[in-house]
C-alpha cells in the first residue's frame, strides 16, 4: 500500500487507505493494491467490504487493479479457489498466476498507451479475454498476453507500477479520475 500511496501523491493526488465502508465512502476513487487475491477476498468479506466495494464500483467509482488488484476487478477469473469471489466491474478473464510461480518473476519495458514503462511481473495474472467495452493498454511476451486494460472508470495492470520509481501508470489513473 505505502509504495501506492507515494506514488499516488507524487501524481498530485491525496491518498488515504480504506479498510472499513465508512472509509470508503469518503473517497473518490480506489487503488486496489496487489498481493494474494484470494486473501483479499476473504478479508474484503469478513470487513463487509465486498459488497460495498462492488456497489462503489457499479455507481461508476474509478479504481485501479495492480497485480492481485487485477483479479479482484475482474468479472471472471480462472485458476481461482473453489468459491473465489471478485469486485468485478472489468469485463474480462483473468488467470491467476499465469505468468508462473514466484521464482518466474521477471521485469519488462512495455509500451503502455503510447509510452515506455517498466513493468515488474509478480507471481502476475494476464488476461485470457476481454469484452467489447474493454480497452487493451499492454501487452508483454510471451505471445502478446494483454497486461493493461481500462473499462470506463476502471484501471487494471497485472504488473507492479508501483514498485518501479516511475508515476507514468499512477499519472494515468489520476488523470481518469480528474476527467470523469
Known amino acids: 500500500m505505502r509504495e ?5 501523491e507524487a501524481a498530485g493526488a491525496t491518498a488515504t487507505a480504506v479498510r472499513r465502508p465508512a472509509e470508503l465512502e469518503a473517497v473518490d476513487a480506489l487503488v486496489v493494491p496487489g498481493g494474494e487475491s484470494t486473501t483479499m477476498w476473504k478479508l474484503a ?12 464500483i457499479k455507481d461508476g467509482m474509478p479504481a485501479y487493479g495492480s497485480c492481485a488488484g487485477m483479479i479482484m476487478l475482474a468479472d471472471r477469473i480462472q485458476d481461482g479457489i473453489d468459491g473465489q469471489q471478485t469486485i468485478g466491474g472489468i469485463d474480462m478473464v483473468v488467470r491467476r498466476n499465469a505468468f508462473g510461480r514466484q521464482v518466474d518473476s521477471f521485469e519488462a519495458d512495455l509500451d503502455f498507451v503510447g509510452t515506455q514503462v517498466h513493468a515488474v511481473f509478480i507471481r502476475a495474472p494476464w488476461v485470457e479475454s476481454v469484452g467489447p467495452e474493454v480497452e487493451v493498454l499492454a501487452t508483454a511476451p510471451p505471445g502478446d498476453r494483454i497486461v493493461a486494460v481500462r473499462q470506463g472508470p476502471l484501471l487494471a495492470t497485472s504488473f507492479h507500477p508501483e514498485l518501479t520509481g516511475d508515476t507514468r501508470v499512477h499519472e494515468y ?8
Open 4 to 8: 501506492h500511496v507515494a506514488m499516488l
Open 173 to 180: 489513473f489520476v488523470q481518469m479520475v480528474k476527467e470523469l
Open 45 to 56: 468479506d469478513v470487513f463487509d467490504l465486498l459488497d460495498p466495494l462492488r456497489i462503489r
